[in-house]
């Protein structure tokens, strides 16, 4: 019965138990960098850009753009889409569009 206990221990310890995760807050490791230079780029009043984050698979490219964007000012939009499940680019737009009109909406903006 012990044996359990501390094996269980050991699996809930090991960084690598979550393989294929979004990694997010204590389990972001390491490019703190990286992110503040990110959340420079993105935040900074006036400062408009499209950046395309590009990367082998499982490398932590969507962890680290939600980490990037973990904590953002109230008037920035934000919109995140995994493009893997979208089989036309029409559906892309479509998507796209209507995250934009809801967010929108919610911040109470018009368009």
């Known amino acids: 019965m012990a044996f359990k206990k501390v094996w269980r ?3 809930m310890e090991n960084i690598f138990a979550g393989y294929g995760k979004v990694a997010e807050g204590n389990a972001f490791i390491g ?3 990286l992110v503040e230079e990110y959340r420079s780029i993105f935040f900074t009043p006036g ?3 499209n950046h395309s984050i590009v990367g082998l698979p499982r490398s932590g490219k969507t962890s680290f753009i939600k980490e990037v964007f973990r904590t953002i000012p109230d008037n920035i939009l934000y919109v995140y889409l995994s493009l ?7 559906d892309i737009w479509l998507v796209l569009f209507e995250t934009i009109k809801e ?3 919610s911040m109470g903006k018009t368009y």
């Open 31 to 33: 490019r703190k960098k």
């Open 103 to 105: 967010k929108l909406d």
């Open 84 to 90: 893997n499940t979208f089989t036309c680019y029409k």
């Open 47 to 49: 400062n408009k850009s």
């Open 9 to 11: 221990l050991l699996i």
